[in-house]
């Protein structure tokens, strides 16, 4: 009997730990940012670019760079990018907006490129509002695109579901962070220890502008029935675009991505009237009686 006690509480001490160590490891296991000098200069080949820094209310800096249409632009894309890195590499995706003569604007998170101070949640969630504000003293908000990739797609859903932006993209998005470090860790009481919980699915029950969702059938991060499923969570005004063979990381290689930011960008969407289609047409086998 001993023996069994000593097991369970052996079992018990080690899941604590682990409990423990995971709730404070995780800013480590989930963010991977890299740090720029201060003096560092932004440079894209054929990109007119401006950087800018923003100050937010508790001191921290926010570093983001604008990418200029080379035309006038019909708006501009609010890109939140993925959780590596600084947007000194992902800079290189805002041609696929201004060659569609958008602006981009693409700002680093806390701890990132940059910008400073010390990082949570809730913190991310205000600056980004932060940045939103500054957009919208320049531009009127309707002409306003939020972009969120992977990591960024939860905040850009936040974003949308307390604003009113033209539109939302969400790029191999999530349910929620917790259901995908549930993936790994199943046994772990993820509802408590996760301090980004990000659950987009809640957020974007209260989007009213259009939502655009993208992901590839071949993403092994974070599959392609995430996205079958937030369709699902606000489907008057949701649609889904599938990258066949795509992965969570290449989605720029395809042609089929392309052509469906085009679609998104350029296209209006028309009004169908259902009266004319086949939507309430009833079906029958059975043959009327001959008179």
């Known amino acids: ?7 369970i509480l052996t079992i018990v001490i080690v899941y604590i730990i682990i409990s423990v160590a995971l709730y404070y490891l995780q800013d480590y296991l989930l963010f991977k940012p890299e740090k720029l000098p201060k003096d560092f200069q932004f440079y894209y080949e054929n990109q007119e670019t401006e950087e800018y820094n923003m100050e937010t209310r508790d ?5 983001g760079v604008l990418f200029k249409s080379k035309e006038k632009p019909r708006g501009v894309v609010l890109y939140l990018k993925g959780n590596s890195k600084s947007i000194k590499g992902w800079g290189k995706f805002a041609v696929d907006f201004t060659r569609h003569n958008f602006n981009v604007f693409m700002v680093d998170y806390r701890g990132f490129g940059k910008s400073t101070g010390k990082r949570s949640q809730k913190a991310i969630k205000r600056d980004l509002q932060v940045v939103y504000n500054k957009l919208k003293e320049l531009i009127d908000e309707k002409y306003i695109i939020l972009y969120g990739r992977s990591l960024g797609s939860g905040f850009a859903a936040k974003l949308a579901s307390m604003n009113n932006p033209r ?8 349910y929620s962070l917790t259901k995908v470090t549930a993936r790994y860790m199943p046994f772990m009481p993820l509802s408590v220890l996760m301090k980004y919980p990000l659950p987009t699915y809640k957020w974007l029950r209260y989007v009213c502008c ?13 599959p392609y029935k995430t996205s079958v499923k937030l369709s699902k969570v606000n489907p008057k005004l949701t649609k889904l675009h599938t990258v066949i063979g795509g ?8 042609e089929s991505y392309h052509n469906m930011l085009d679609d998104i960008l350029n296209k209006k969407p028309k009004e169908i009237d259902l009266q004319t289609t086949s939507i309430n047409v009833i079906h029958s086998s059975k043959r009327k009686a001959k008179a």
């Open 59 to 63: 001191g921290a800096t926010l570093n």
């Open 247 to 254: 992965g969570h990381k290449n989605l720029n290689n395809f």
């Open 167 to 174: 539109m939302l993209i969400l790029d191999a998005p999530y």
């Open 210 to 222: 259009p939502i655009h969702i993208i992901h590839g059938t071949n993403d092994k991060l974070i």
């Open 1 to 7: 009997m001993a023996y069994w006690i000593s097991t």
